[in-house]
């Protein structure tokens, strides 16, 4: 077994080179046999800014027992070394130690308020503990489903994909259009619950059937693929409220949820349902990311959903799960990711436990 040691280097920076993949990180995540404790011990850190603090720092943060989640990370540490027996970790004087085998660098900092020695997590840690926060929600989910099918009263998603599968074949023009006359009726294509539809039906039923030629060309715009995404959310931003009247319509219909709803309909493997508040947001806690500009977020978001969709799809265990519950509806597996995000991160959250 190979003998590590510490190393100390500028400014009381301390080190130890100690080889776990990302994939052996991953492995020891999902084990059941691991104590959850040891895992929201370690993942707190994911969870603090650029994935580094102390024990008092995370406590004031996060609410954690600092005594607690010290005594946690070692013995995390101690289960990896024992789990993985090719090597152990020394101090210079000789002693054993085990914040190293999870932190890539440990500092003395000088704050009596944010204690007074300071971890970063390793990078294949954090790659590892973002990727488990996937699977982890396509576990949970299976386990909702399980108990909860898509068409349920008080927690019906299935009218998302009735909307997908009503606007299959339609060209972007007439998808508005039947949005806006059948605003409550997904299987006519209705956009209910995924636009503003109190604030945005009078505005875009005023482009429909006023400005119905100039309005087909900015959808057709927004729609055309060998454009960035970006910069067609900018321009249907911009030019939706030139066709509008000076007065009398509060809402410009020309915000990214209208745009994601437009797009989803038109091409459910690229795209899917998004929401700022609640959802982007959310999500972007999940993940401990930051949030984007506005004009940015939708794009951000399609960004940190496509990974759980790829999963999604990979999963024989989940789709033989929903495919009955979405028997005669279109297909997206980022209509799927979307409603575990939806149904998880936003909705009944406390069905992710400690995370």
């Not at 510490?6 to 920076?13: A, L, N, Y």
């Not at 910069?231 to 249907?236: G, S, Y």
């Amino acid at each position: 077994m190979e003998k590590l040691y510490t190393k100390e280097g500028p400014q009381g920076t301390f080190t130890c080179e100690v080889d776990i993949s990302k994939d052996e990180w991953l492995e020891i995540l999902k084990d059941e046999a691991v104590p959850e404790k040891y895992k929201e011990a370690v993942i707190c850190y994911y969870y603090m800014p650029e994935n580094k603090g102390t024990c008092v720092a995370v406590r004031n943060r996060l609410g954690k027992n600092a005594s607690s989640l010290n005594a946690l990370i070692r013995s995390f540490g101690r289960s990896v070394q024992n789990r993985l027996a090719r090597f152990q970790v020394f101090n210079e004087d000789g002693s054993n130690t085990y914040w190293p085998i999870p932190m890539k660098t440990g500092k003395n900092v000088s704050s009596k308020d944010e204690g007074v020695f300071e971890w970063t997590l390793r990078p294949e840690l954090v790659a590892a503990i973002r990727e488990y926060l996937y699977w982890f929600l396509i576990e949970r989910y299976k386990e909702l489903r399980k108990e909860i099918p898509i068409r349920e009263e008080n927690y019906d998603e299935l009218y998302k994909w009735e909307l997908i599968t009503s606007s299959k074949g339609k060209n972007p023009y007439n998808i508005v259009a039947d949005g806006v006359t059948h605003s409550n009726n997904a299987t006519k294509g209705g956009f209910i619950n995924l636009i503003d539809v109190v604030r945005d039906n009078k505005t875009l039923k005023y482009l429909v059937k006023s400005e119905k030629e100039e309005f087909e060309k900015i959808l057709n715009e927004l729609a055309d693929e060998s454009q960035p995404l970006h910069d067609r959310i900018a321009k249907f931003k911009v030019a939706v409220p030139g066709l509008l009247p000076p007065d009398g319509y509060n809402s410009k219909a020309n915000d990214e949820r209208t745009a994601a709803t437009i797009l989803t309909c038109c091409n459910p493997d690229k795209y899917t349902f998004y929401k700022y508040e609640g959802m982007y947001d959310n999500l972007c806690r999940y993940l401990s990311e930051e949030r984007k500009p506005t004009g940015s977020c939708y794009e951000h978001y399609l960004d940190m959903i496509r990974p759980l969709s790829d999963l999604a799809k990979q999963d024989a265990e989940l789709q033989s799960l929903v495919s009955p519950m979405l028997e005669g509806q279109r297909k997206s597996d980022l209509l799927l990711a979307q409603d575990m995000v939806w149904m998880l991160v936003c909705k009944i959250h406390d069905r992710l436990g400690y995370i």
